[in-house]
């Protein structure tokens, strides 16, 4: 019974739950990228920063790469990397 409670609810919500975690998403690599390799905070400490309501939302850090990706277990991930002279950048996710 729950199962089929949140395909309906999945059915119904699913663009506007894939839109909202998208946003967040790209909002938590973006600031979280910002607070790690420009401010120099670990990541721990910077996943302090996500607002209200983004708890289902973590945060890992490719130190090689200098980014950090933001991702909602599947639904949506993002991708924020650090480049000189512009600070954190999402990368391009078109197809």
Do not use: H
Request: charged fraction near 20%; glycine fraction near 8%; hydrophobic fraction near 45%.
């Amino acid at each position: 019974m729950i199962f089929f409670a949140a395909a309906a609810v999945w059915w119904a919500y699913g663009d506007t739950i894939r839109g909202t975690a998208k946003v967040g998403t790209a909002y938590a690599a973006r600031v979280g990228c910002s607070c790690n390799f420009v401010a120099g905070r670990s990541l721990d400490d910077c996943a302090k920063d996500k607002l209200a309501g983004m708890e289902l939302i973590s945060l890992s850090r490719d130190a090689e790469a200098k980014s950090v990706t933001a991702t909602m277990a599947l639904i949506a991930s993002d991708t924020a990397s650090y480049r000189e002279g512009y600070g954190c950048v999402l990368e391009d996710q078109t197809p």
